[in-house]
């Protein structure tokens, strides 16, 4: 059995506010409110929860870096630097499919994550500069997940099968084939402990969602 394996109906919810929240880590910026919720949200994570190591990184390096003087102030800079479009002629390559894959931005790798989006009705947010931004297409797998929690919550096992095909397709289409990579290139490059420790969480998460998403698992619809 996987670390991530499906049980029950319950599981998209539970999916999506991690996806969701992997999604913030990466769009939100440093500020105090910010950091308080998310300080909040990582105390709570179970000992054996799925990437409970990887979550409880991020804790100690965020509670770390705002004990450093100007802890925001450097966390902001370093956001800037990696996770923006404008990489300050740095070797990283900006954090979007098509850039960290060489492809064109109006290719056929972004027609593809645009077409997509629009099957699930999902609206990629402008401000960060491309729509397949990292922060977009983790956001679009927590939406995936939303609508076949959703679904199940009906009882309509199969459009929570069709979500969770959408989600098989679009992680192994197109997140798979760079987020991890990119991910170790975040976490050895980051000036600090807090960015890196997102970068391989993010990228651990990346790597045991196929798991998770097995076709051969049964759903288990929740009653009406």
Known sequence: MSEMQVHNGD??????????????????????????????????????????????????????????????????????????????????????????????????????????????????MAALGAPDHLGNELRFVAHLCRLEGEALAAGDAAAAQRWRAQQLRFLSRHVLAWVPAHCEQLAAKAATGYYAAAAVLIGRACKLALDELDPFTPLIPVAA
Do not use: F, N
């Open 11 to 124: 599981e998209a919810p539970t999916r999506a506010a991690l996806w969701a929240l992997l999604a913030r880590v990466v769009i939100e910026r440093p500020t105090p409110q910010w950091l308080d919720e998310l300080d909040t949200e990582l105390a709570t994570v179970e000992a054996g929860r799925p990437l409970a190591p990887q979550l409880s990184g991020l804790l100690v390096a965020l509670r770390k870096s705002r004990r450093h003087p100007g802890g925001a102030t450097v966390l902001a800079v370093d956001r800037t630097r990696l996770l923006s479009m404008v990489m300050h002629g740095e070797t990283l390559s900006p954090p979007c499919e098509s850039a960290a894959l060489g492809a064109a931005p109006g290719g056929d790798r972004v027609l593809d994550v645009l077409r997509s989006y629009r099957e699930a009705g999902y609206e990629a």
